[in-house]
């Protein structure tokens, strides 16, 4: 276990509060300002995008790792000693088995040396959840951004407050068909959104650890209320109520998977002139078994909580870039988005 003094813990104490760790330790003035104080790195928190918090202590262990170009031409195992990574003994609203993808000296990439270049990731669809024969393919360093034909790209947003979280701004949501051609006036984001302000708040945080994108009111009331005018199947108030979804909607389906519906397809209008248009299965899930040729789905977006303290003003969670490989070219300081089958990626 590392001391409270070591270079870990001083960065797993400072990326997320201000306080000395040799200080929380109780160790005296002398021994902490010497260097010399011989107790262990006190226990962190760190808090997440939607609101998450896990708490733990900090361990250093020999990391091996084993990959392959593509799927093919294995490499060399590549050992690295004394990686640094949290025991994680309680979270609250974030499961337990978190890896680490900020801009901080601790993260994944950044210990591995890749965070000077990039990474990519590409989401399987849910249905893949349980399947243990595929997984969801990770690129890291320069072959991340080696083609990136097709992407749309949109610029990154610096935080001086946040510094390791990845941010875009958000200029709307419009509804349209799958081509796009035929697109819904766009419901206009508010400005807070668009940009970060020099105390951390605002913007939308690009954060996997967080489940389903969350929108800040009143927009995000005008969102539910364009997607519920343009959608022609009734409402299903009991499951909305059983599930904490704001709209869920009784759809007719034959027979599973039930992929055909009338329910809108969701673009999110990114600066920079790209529309990111979403799976829709990225947006909508059934959250029923078919029963009576009627199957229940539901809107995969929440309410952003009022919290006074600041913050992101929104946030991009990982279900709705399922299906959309996600390339983070921290060289150009750019995220792009290009919606493909991860599966076949993977």
């Known amino acids: 276990m590392d001391l409270c003094g070591s270079r870990f813990c001083v960065d797993v104490h400072s990326s997320d509060n201000r306080f000395d760790p040799c200080a929380a330790a109780g160790c005296d003035i002398h021994a902490f300002t010497s260097g010399l104080c011989p107790r262990p790195c006190p226990p962190f928190s760190y808090t997440y995008g939607g609101g998450a918090l896990v708490l733990g202590s900090l361990a250093r262990d020999s990391v091996t790792l084993h990959g392959s170009i593509h799927g093919i031409d294995p490499l060399s195992p590549v050992e690295f000693p004394g990686f640094s990574f949290g025991c994680v003994g309680s979270s609250i609203r974030e499961p337990i088995g978190i890896a680490g993808f900020g801009k901080g000296t601790l993260s994944l990439p950044s210990q591995l040396g890749f965070l000077g270049k990039g990474f990519s990731h590409c989401f399987l669809g849910f249905r893949f959840a349980r399947n243990p024969n595929i997984t969801s393919p990770l690129v890291m360093g320069e072959l991340a951004l080696s083609s990136t034909d097709g992407f749309l790209f949109t610029p990154m947003l610096k935080s001086v407050t946040y510094p390791n979280f990845y941010y875009i701004g958000l200029e709307g949501v419009s509804l349209g068909d799958d081509g796009g051609s035929t697109a819904a006036a766009m419901a206009a984001a508010p400005p807070s959104l668009s940009s970060v302000d020099p105390q951390g708040n605002g913007g939308v945080l690009v954060d996997t650890g967080t489940t389903y994108t969350h929108l800040p009111d009143p927009f995000y009331t005008s969102v539910l209320s364009s997607i519920s005018s343009a959608v022609p199947y009734e409402r299903s108030r009991d499951m909305e109520a059983r599930t904490g979804f704001d709209l869920c909607f009784r759809v007719p389906c034959a027979r599973p998977p039930c ?88």
Request: proline letters at 7%; glycine letters at 10%.
């Open 259 to 346: 992929a055909e519906d009338e329910l809108p397809v969701i673009s999110l209008h990114l600066p920079g002139g790209a529309r990111l248009t979403l799976p829709k299965l990225s947006s909508y899930y059934p959250v029923t078994a078919v029963k009576d040729s009627v199957v229940v789905k539901c809107l995969l977006f929440q309410r952003m909580d009022d919290d006074t303290s600041g913050g992101p003003g929104a946030v991009l969670g990982s279900f709705q870039v399922q299906n959309v490989e996600v390339v983070y070219d921290l060289v150009a300081g750019r995220i792009g988005f290009l919606p493909r089958d991860c599966a076949v990626r993977a």
